[in-house]
C-alpha cells in the first residue's frame, strides 16, 4: 500500500513537470541570470543575477505575473485578480539555452497561461511574455506581466497627469520604467502605453487593456524587460542604450525645412517650390551643407470640404492630388517630401469632423477617435498609400488633442473601446474638464491605449512599405521611450511651438525650462536625442552674427537628432544663411555624440547655468549658458561618467565652434578632472573635447 501510494506522487510529479524531474530552470547569458522554481507547482522567480555589476536579487514575493478579469469593464463588482500562485504548473513546453516556456492552468476558471521568457546571447537583457486562453468568455482588464518585490526597486517617473482640460498638464505617466537602486538593474513592459510602477517594494510591469477574451482564443501580451547595468547611479544611461537597441529605425540626423513659418495655412505648391530652391540654393549649394532629409509641407494641403468617407486627407486644388510637383521640386534638391497630418484630424483638419460624422465615422466632439474602426482604417489605407507615393517624413500632430485640451472615447462600447458605465459619465463631453478627476484615469486610459494600438499598427505598415520612413509624434502624443519601437520622434509635450521671450536668452529660457523641467524635476525616462522640440526659428533678420550664432549653437547642443528649420526665407540675410550653414555643419559633425546627450547644471528659470553635453568613445561636447540678465556666473564641471563621458576616454583636447572660448582652445584635460567655466550674462558657450 505504501509502494503504490509512493509509486502515484512519483507519477503526479512527472506529468506535472512534463516529464522533467527538475524543479529549478535557470535562463542566462554573460550579462545576467534568472532562476524560477515549479516546485509544488508553482511557478516563481528564485534569484536573479545581474553579472556585470556581480549583484544578486532575491524575490521577496512568489508571483510571476497577475491578470485582472472580470465580465466585462463595464460590469462592476465581477472583477478577480489571478496571480501565478493560482495556477497550476502543467508542462515544460521549451527548454533552450535562449527560450524557457512553462505552461500553467487554473481549474477554476478554465484559463491556461503559457510563461515565456527569451535571451540572446549578447545581450544586457531577457524578456518576458504571457499567452493567455480561456476556456470561457472573459475581459481582460489588467495584464501584470512582471510582479517583483524587491527591495531596491524604485518608480524614478511619478507625475501622473491624464487630464482633459488644463495648459501644461499632459503626463499620464503611461510607458516608463523602473529601476533599483543598488542592484543596478531596469524593469518594464515594452509598451508605450504600459503603467509600471511600485507599490510596497513590488514591480507591476503591464498595462490596462480592457477587450474580450473568446472561448478557445490566445492573447499574447507585450513583453516585459529585466536589464542590467554595472552603476546603478548610471542605470538610465544603460536604460537608453537599451531604448538604442530595440528602436525601429536606427538613431539619425533628419535635417529638414518646414513650410509652416513661411506660408502657414496658405502655403501653395509654388510658393513651396520658391523656398525649396531658396534654401537649396542657400545652404547646399552655396555653402556646402549637406542635402536635407526632407522639405515639410505643412498645415494647409488638405482639402476638408470634401467628402472623405471613401478616402481621408485629401488634396486641396494648391496641390497635386499626388504631389508629383512637390516631390519633383525636392528631388531636385537632393531630398524629399514631408508632409504635416493629425491623425486625429485636430488644428487645419477640424472641418472634416462634422462631415465625417455625418457619414457614420468615429467622431469624439472637435477630434476623431483613434480607436474608430472606421476612420483608422481609412487613415491607414492613405498614410500607407502616401507612404508608397513617395512621402518619407510625418509630422502627425494631435494624436490624442494638444498643448491645453484632450479628447477621450469613453462610449464607444459598440465598436470595442472599454467603457465604465459605473463611473456615471453620461451627459460627458470627450473633453469634459471633470475628467480631470483621477477616478476617471483607468476610463482614460482605457482609450489611450486603444488609439495606441491601433497607431502602431499604422506605424509598422509604413515601416513595411519604406524601411527609412521618419515619423513624428506631435501635439498630444506622451513620452514613452517605447514609442521608438515603431517611431522616431516624440514632441516633448508641455511646450508651446514657439518659445516666448523678447530676446534669445529668454527664448533660450523657455525652451530649457520645459527640458528642466521634464527630465530633471520630473524624471521623465525618455532620450532627449528623439524629441522634437520646435526649434531652431529664425523669421527676421537684424541680430547680430554672435547673437544668432550663440542662440543655434545652444538650441543645436540639445542633442536631438530631430532638426526642423522654422524660417522666413526671404528674411534672411547673407550673414544669416552663414551662421545657419556653419551650425547644421556642427550638427552633422557632432551627431555621434547626439545618442548619449543630456542636460546638466542648474534650472534656467532660476538663472542658473545650465546646458548640455554628449559624448561617446572618440570625445565628446558640452555647451553653457548663463541666462542671468545682470551677472558674472562661474560654473564648475567634472569630465566623469556622471557628466556622460565615455569611460575609455583619458586626456581631451579642447576647442570650440564659437569664437568666445579662446582661454580654453587647444588646452587639455584629464578624465575626472575639475573643469571651471565663465560666462558673462547671456553669454553661450561650446567647448568639443577629442581624445
Keep these: ?243 538604442d537597441n530595440i528602436r525601429v529605425r536606427p538613431l539619425r540626423l533628419q535635417v529638414q525645412y518646414n513650410s509652416w513659418f513661411d506660408f502657414g495655412p496658405r502655403v501653395d505648391k509654388e510658393q513651396f517650390e520658391q523656398s525649396v530652391n531658396k534654401v537649396s540654393e542657400e545652404l547646399n549649394t552655396k555653402r556646402g551643407v549637406p542635402p536635407f532629409k526632407a522639405f515639410v509641407i505643412d498645415d494647409g494641403w488638405q482639402n476638408v470640404k470634401t467628402d472623405w468617407s471613401d478616402k481621408v486627407w485629401k488634396v486641396n486644388a494648391k496641390f497635386d492630388t499626388d504631389f508629383a510637383t512637390s516631390i519633383e521640386n525636392v528631388e531636385q534638391a537632393g531630398s524629399s517630401l514631408g508632409l504635416w497630418l493629425s491623425p486625429g484630424c485636430n488644428f487645419g483638419a477640424r472641418p472634416a469632423v462634422p462631415l465625417m460624422r455625418e457619414k457614420g465615422m468615429e467622431a469624439l466632439e472637435q477630434y476623431m477617435s483613434l480607436a474608430g474602426p472606421k476612420y483608422m482604417q ?165 541680430e547680430s552674427k554672435e547673437q544668432f550664432s550663440e542662440y543655434l549653437w545652444m538650441n543645436l547642443s540639445r542633442g536631438t537628432g530631430f532638426v526642423e528649420l522654422y524660417i522666413k526665407t526671404e528674411k534672411l540675410s547673407e550673414a544669416d544663411w552663414d551662421v545657419l550653414a556653419d551650425g547644421l555643419k556642427w550638427a552633422h559633425k557632432v551627431f555621434p555624440y547626439f545618442k548619449n546627450a543630456r542636460m546638466h547644471g542648474g534650472n534656467p528659470k532660476k538663472m542658473e547655468v545650465y546646458g548640455y553635453t554628449g559624448w561617446n568613445e572618440n570625445g565628446g561636447y558640452a555647451s553653457f549658458h548663463n541666462p542671468s540678465e545682470t551677472e558674472v556666473q562661474t560654473y564648475t564641471f567634472t569630465l566623469d561618467r556622471a557628466f556622460g563621458v565615455n569611460k575609455s576616454l583619458d586626456k581631451l583636447t579642447v576647442s570650440s565652434p564659437l569664437s568666445n572660448v579662446a582661454e580654453f582652445v587647444g588646452k587639455s584635460f584629464l578624465k575626472d578632472e575639475i573643469v571651471e567655466i565663465t560666462l558673462k550674462p547671456r553669454e553661450v558657450k561650446v567647448l568639443e573635447f577629442e581624445k
Excluded at 508605450?192 to 490596462?208: H, I
Excluded at 478557445?216 to 516585459?224: D, E, I, L, P, V
Excluded at 529660457?509 to 520630473?522: A, F, L, P, Q, S
Design 1 to 243: 500500500m505504501k509502494f503504490t501510494t509512493y509509486l502515484l506522487l512519483v507519477l503526479v510529479l512527472i506529468t506535472t513537470m512534463g516529464c522533467n524531474t527538475n524543479s529549478e530552470f535557470t535562463i542566462d547569458n554573460n550579462f545576467l541570470s534568472r532562476t524560477l522554481s515549479v516546485e509544488g507547482g508553482s511557478l516563481h522567480t528564485l534569484k536573479l543575477k545581474n553579472k556585470v555589476s556581480g549583484k544578486e536579487l532575491i524575490p521577496q514575493n512568489k508571483t510571476e505575473f497577475q491578470i485582472r478579469i472580470s465580465a466585462g469593464t463595464d460590469k462592476e463588482g465581477t472583477d478577480v485578480i489571478l496571480t501565478s500562485a493560482d495556477f497550476m504548473m502543467k508542462e515544460v513546453l521549451t527548454q533552450t539555452p535562449e527560450k524557457l516556456v512553462f505552461l500553467l492552468k487554473n481549474e477554476e476558471h478554465d484559463m491556461e497561461v503559457e510563461v515565456v521568457y527569451e535571451i540572446q546571447p549578447d545581450a544586457f537583457y531577457m524578456n518576458k511574455s504571457l499567452n493567455i486562453r480561456s476556456g470561457k468568455e472573459t475581459t481582460l482588464e489588467r495584464i501584470d506581466v512582471e510582479t517583483i518585490k524587491l527591495d531596491d526597486i524604485y518608480q524614478p517617473y511619478q507625475m501622473k497627469q491624464i487630464t482633459a482640460w488644463g495648459p501644461s498638464k499632459w503626463r499620464p505617466g503611461l510607458g516608463q520604467p523602473l529601476y533599483t537602486k543598488e542592484s543596478a538593474t531596469f524593469w518594464g513592459t515594452e509598451f508605450p502605453a504600459s503603467y509600471n510602477y511600485v507599490e510596497n517594494k513590488t514591480a507591476f510591469c503591464g498595462y490596462l487593456w480592457g477587450k474580450e477574451l473568446q472561448p478557445g482564443q490566445t492573447y499574447s501580451s507585450y513583453r516585459s524587460v529585466f536589464g542590467v547595468g554595472d552603476d546603478a547611479n548610471l542605470i538610465q544611461d544603460t536604460f537608453f542604450e537599451y531604448i
Design 378 to 542: 481609412l487613415l491607414e489605407d492613405r498614410m500607407v498609400e502616401l507612404t508608397r507615393q513617395g512621402v518619407t517624413y510625418f509630422k502627425l500632430d494631435g494624436l490624442f488633442g494638444h498643448l491645453n485640451r484632450r479628447e477621450f472615447d469613453f462610449n464607444g462600447d459598440d465598436y470595442g473601446v472599454p467603457t465604465m458605465s459605473q463611473l456615471d459619465t453620461k451627459g460627458f463631453s470627450p473633453a469634459d474638464e471633470r475628467l480631470n478627476d483621477p477616478k476617471y484615469d483607468e476610463l482614460k486610459t482605457y482609450y489611450l491605449v486603444a488609439g495606441t494600438e491601433r497607431l502602431m499598427q499604422i506605424f509598422q505598415k509604413q515601416h513595411e512599405v519604406n524601411p527609412n520612413v521618419y515619423i513624428v509624434i506631435s501635439n498630444g502624443a506622451y513620452l514613452s521611450p517605447w514609442w521608438l519601437q515603431y517611431i522616431d520622434a516624440v514632441w516633448m509635450i508641455n511646450a508651446g511651438d514657439a518659445a516666448g521671450g523678447s530676446n534669445r536668452t529668454q527664448e533660450l529660457v523657455y525652451r530649457d525650462g520645459v527640458y528642466y523641467d521634464t527630465w530633471v524635476k520630473e524624471k521623465t525616462q525618455f532620450p532627449i536625442n528623439s524629441v522634437f522640440n520646435h526649434e531652431p526659428k529664425k523669421t527676421k533678420t537684424g
